[in-house]
C-alpha cells in the first residue's frame, strides 16, 4: 500500500470526514443467543462481536477469589479480518490489548456482588479498520449490559491521533498507519479515565486538546451505546436511566 501524499486537505480528511468526527456507527444487542449477554458493534470499517458469559463457576478453581468476581477477557483477530492472512491464535498485541481492556471495564462492574466467579468476556474481530480496542471496548460495554451485569457505568471509547500536523478523532486504516500519533482513551459517563494509551508523539498543549477531543467523541458514542440498550429493553428501562 502506497502511503497517502496528504492524509488531510483543507480540513478534509481522506475519507470525507472533518478533524472532529467519528465514523458511521452500527449496534445490535443480544446477537447471539447462548452468551448472557452480547453486542455486534461496526465501527467504520471495524466489524466486533462482543460477548459475555458469566457469573459462572471459575475453573480452574484455583484462581477463584473469594471476595470477589474474576474479570477475564479475550481479544482475538479472525484470521479473514486483515488483508494479509493472520496467522490464528493469540501473539502479543492480542495478549496486550486483551490486558488493557480488561483493566478498562474491570473499574465499572461490581465485582464484590459475585465471589468465586468468573465473568468471561470475549471479543472476536471480524474485520478490522484501525482502532479494533476501542471498538472491541465499546461492544463489551453492551454485551455487560445486556447479561445483566452490575456495572457502575457503561465504557466508552475513540481514540485521537496526529495526522500532518493536524488532531483528529478517530483514526481510519491510513491515517493510523501513517500518522505521527495514535491516542486510544476509554472513559465512563461521569468522565473517569479507564483507558489512555499513547504511540507517538504529542506536546503538552496538543495532549490536553487531543483528550478533551477524545472526550466529546466517547460522549457521543455513549449516547448510540444508551440508545441500543433502550430499544432492545424499552420496557424494562423506561424510567431507569443508564450510567
Do not use: W
Amino acid at each position: 500500500m502506497n502511503k497517502p501524499e496528504n492524509l488531510i486537505e483543507n480540513g478534509i480528511r481522506l475519507d470525507g470526514r472533518k478533524p472532529d468526527e467519528l465514523r458511521p456507527i452500527k449496534i445490535e444487542v443480544g446477537v447471539l443467543n447462548r452468551a448472557d449477554g452480547s453486542c455486534y458493534f461496526e465501527f467504520g470499517g471495524n466489524k466486533v462481536i462482543a460477548a459475555v458469559y458469566g457469573p459462572r463457576e471459575v475453573h480452574p478453581r484455583h484462581m477463584q477469589k473469594s471476595t470477589s468476581a474474576v474479570v477475564r477477557y479475550r481479544y482475538n483477530m479472525a484470521s479473514f479480518s486483515v488483508e494479509e492472512r493472520k496467522r490464528p491464535g493469540p501473539d502479543r498485541r492480542s495478549i496486550e490489548i486483551s490486558k488493557v481492556s480488561r483493566e478498562a471495564l474491570e473499574p465499572v462492574i461490581f465485582q464484590e456482588y459475585f465471589p468465586r466467579s468468573a465473568i468471561d468476556i470475549f471479543v472476536e474481530v471480524l474485520q478490522a479498520d484501525a482502532g479494533t480496542r476501542t471498538a472491541g471496548i465499546n461492544a463489551a460495554s453492551i454485551a455487560l449490559a445486556d447479561a445483566g451485569i452490575p456495572m457502575k457505568s457503561l465504557v466508552s471509547s475513540c481514540a485521537v491521533g496526529k495526522i500532518n500536523d493536524t488532531l483528529v478523532l478517530d483514526l481510519n486504516k491510513d491515517e493510523d498507519n501513517y500518522g505521527q500519533a495514535d491516542m486510544p482513551v476509554a472513559i465512563t459517563k461521569d468522565g473517569n479515565i479507564t483507558l489512555l494509551q499513547m504511540d507517538g508523539h504529542l506536546s503538552r498543549d496538543e495532549f490536553r486538546e487531543a483528550l478533551e477531543m477524545a472526550l466529546k467523541g466517547c460522549e457521543a458514542i455513549y449516547e448510540m451505546q444508551k440508545a441500543a440498550l433502550m430499544e432492545k429493553y424499552p420496557a424494562q428501562l423506561e424510567g431507569d436511566v443508564i450510567e
